[in-house]
C-alpha cells in the first residue's frame, strides 16, 4: 500500500519563486492536512481540508495557498517563497467515511530550503 | 484552543532503563490522544492511541493511559533499546479531526 505519497522530497528555491508540493493518499480519507515542522517547533498545521471541496485555515496558513483538487489530492502552493518558509512540510490523511478520531498517516515529507 | 505541552527535551538514557515521557493537555470536549514516533529522516508514524477516558494505548513495550481528571497521557516504557531513539510527538484531536501536536521530545537511547 502507498498510504501517503508526497513529491518532491526535496527542493531548493530562491527568494520569491513559486512553487507546488503534491500529496495524494490511496485510502479513501475524507481529511487531509499539511504541516510544517521546525526545529524546537513541533509540528504546526498550515492547512487542512475536511473533504472534498473544502478547505480551512490551520494555525500558520500566511505566504501559502491550498488547492483539495479531489478526494485523494490536497496540494500546497508558495507563491512567493521566502527564507522563513524554509521547513520541512508534511502531508496527512485521517478518517475513513463515517468515522471520527481516527490516527493520521503520514507522509514521508518535503524538505524545502528557500535561499 | 486546543494545545498539548509535552516535556522538554532532549533525553538521554541508557539502554534498558525505564523511560517516561510526559504530557498534558487542554481540551474542549473528550478528544481522542495519541502517541506518534518520528525516526531520523522520516515521517511520523502512529505508535499507540486513547479514545476515551482510562483507555490504555500500548504497543512495542510502550504504554500510555488517558488520565482525565489530570488531563495527562505520559507515554512510558519498561525498557529502552537503542532502536527506540526518535522524536515522539504527543497529540490530540477532535471535532473536524485536526491533529494538534505538543513539540516533540527527541530521546536518545546509548548502548
Known amino acids: 500500500n502507498a498510504g501517503v505519497t508526497q513529491t518532491p522530497k526535496f527542493q531548493v528555491l530562491k527568494t520569491g519563486q513559486s512553487m507546488t508540493l503534491q500529496c495524494a493518499q490511496d485510502?479513501?480519507?475524507?481529511?487531509m492536512y499539511w504541516y510544517r515542522q521546525d526545529p524546537g517547533m513541533g509540528l504546526r498545521l498550515i492547512y487542512y481540508?475536511?473533504?472534498?471541496?473544502?478547505?480551512d485555515k490551520g494555525e500558520v496558513p500566511n505566504g501559502y495557498n491550498v488547492s483539495r483538487l479531489n478526494k485523494r489530492e490536497f496540494s500546497l502552493r508558495l507563491e512567493s517563497a521566502a527564507p522563513s518558509q524554509t521547513s520541512v512540510y508534511f502531508c496527512?490523511?485521517?478518517?475513513?467515511?463515517?468515522?471520527?478520531?481516527?490516527?493520521?498517516?503520514f507522509g514521508q515529507g518535503t524538505r524545502l530550503t528557500v535561499v | 484552543g486546543d494545545s498539548v505541552t509535552q516535556m522538554e527535551g532532549p533525553v538521554t538514557l541508557s539502554e534498558e532503563a525505564f523511560l517516561t515521557i510526559n504530557c498534558t493537555y487542554t481540551a474542549t470536549g473528550y478528544p481522542s490522544l495519541f502517541w506518534y514516533v518520528q525516526y531520523p529522516g522520516e515521517g511520523l508514524q502512529l505508535l499507540l492511541k486513547?479514545?476515551?477516558?482510562?483507555d490504555k494505548g500500548s504497543n512495542k513495550g510502550f504504554e500510555a493511559t488517558y488520565r482525565k481528571e489530570t488531563t495527562s497521557f505520559h507515554l512510558e516504557k519498561g525498557s529502552v533499546q537503542v532502536s527506540d531513539s526518535a522524536v515522539y510527538f504527543c497529540a490530540l484531536s477532535q471535532g473536524a479531526q485536526k491533529l494538534v501536536f505538543g513539540q516533540g521530545t527527541r530521546l536518545t537511547i546509548n548502548p
Open positions: 485510502m479513501n480519507h475524507n481529511s
Open positions: 496527512a490523511s485521517s478518517a475513513p467515511s463515517g468515522r471520527m478520531n481516527t490516527e493520521a498517516f
Open positions: 486513547a479514545t476515551k477516558a482510562d
Open positions: 481540508s475536511a473533504s472534498e471541496g473544502t478547505t
